[in-house]
T-cell receptor, first 114, second 114 residues
Framework: AQKITQTQPGMFVQEKEAVTLDCTYD???????LFWYKQPSSGEMIFLIY??????QNATEGRYSLNFQKARKSANLVISASQLGDSAMYFC???????????FGKGNQVVVIP | DAGVIQSPRHEVTEMGQEVTLRCKPI?????LFWYRQTMMRGLELLIY????????DSGMPEDRFSAKMPNASFSTLKIQPSEPRDSAVYFC????????????FGSGTRLTVV
């Protein structure tokens, strides 16, 4: 079974600084994908970044990068140059291609302060 | 691209009433997913369809919940009879094939059962 763990308490980040959100996962399936989604207070789920288990390089999308450490089963999200609009809940998610279910962690709350 | 469209955005109903949530996936997407989000349990996958066929409904909490996808452009999630513990935000998401970037979520339906 898939398991995704996000255990950090809510975080306050100074505007323009970088923030790292931790995510660890557990699966026995060698083929899987990792996602990060953002959920602002308005409630929608916004896709940020994807990393495949066989990808050789860490994924990057603009100010978002994924620090993928396969041996440690971690997929931390790094947001560079935080902006006030980055205040939101951030969810780590994983799909394993054995069962094709996208499962989510509990989320990390980030508040960016000016 | 209109995105995944869910209706209604908000629903308040009395315990015991039937509730129907609606979803229109992105045109061309052939997989559709229903999720429920609560503070206690986070985001849970209820059911997903592939090419209009239910593939995995193991997340459906009980027989009061049912989902249908009569065609490629429409799906419903029905709760009958509704109970206060069903209060949650219900998300629909769609995806094209196995495309890892293709999970697009609707804006959700906030259901309150009183």
């Amino acid at each position: 079974a898939q398991k995704i763990t996000q255990t950090q308490p809510g975080m306050f980040v100074q505007e323009k600084e970088a923030v790292t959100l931790d995510c660890t996962y557990d699966t026995s399936d060698p083929s899987y994908g990792l996602f990060w989604y953002k959920q602002p207070s308005s409630g929608e789920m916004i896709f940020l970044i994807y990393q495949g288990s066989y990808d050789q390089q860490n994924a990057t999308e603009g100010r978002y990068s994924l620090n993928f450490q396969k041996a440690r089963k971690s997929a931390n999200l790094v947001i560079s140059a935080s902006q006030l609009g980055d205040s939101a809940m951030y969810f780590c998610a994983m799909i394993t291609y054995g069962n094709n279910r996208l499962a989510f962690g509990k989320g990390n709350q980030v508040v960016v302060i000016p | 691209d209109a995105g995944v469209i869910q209706s209604p955005r908000h629903e308040v109903t009395e315990m015991g009433q039937e509730v129907t949530l609606r979803c229109k996936p992105i045109s061309g997407h052939n997989s559709l997913f229903w999720y429920r989000q609560t503070m206690m349990r986070g985001l849970e996958l209820l059911i997903y369809f592939n090419n209009n066929v239910p593939i995995d409904d193991s997340g459906m909490p009980e027989d009061r919940f049912s989902a249908k996808m009569p065609n490629a452009s429409f799906s419903t999630l029905k709760i009958q009879p509704s109970e206060p513990r069903d209060s949650a935000v219900y998300f629909c998401a769609s995806r094209f094939g196995q495309a890892n970037y293709g999970y697009t979520f609707g804006s959700g339906t906030r259901l309150t059962v009183v």
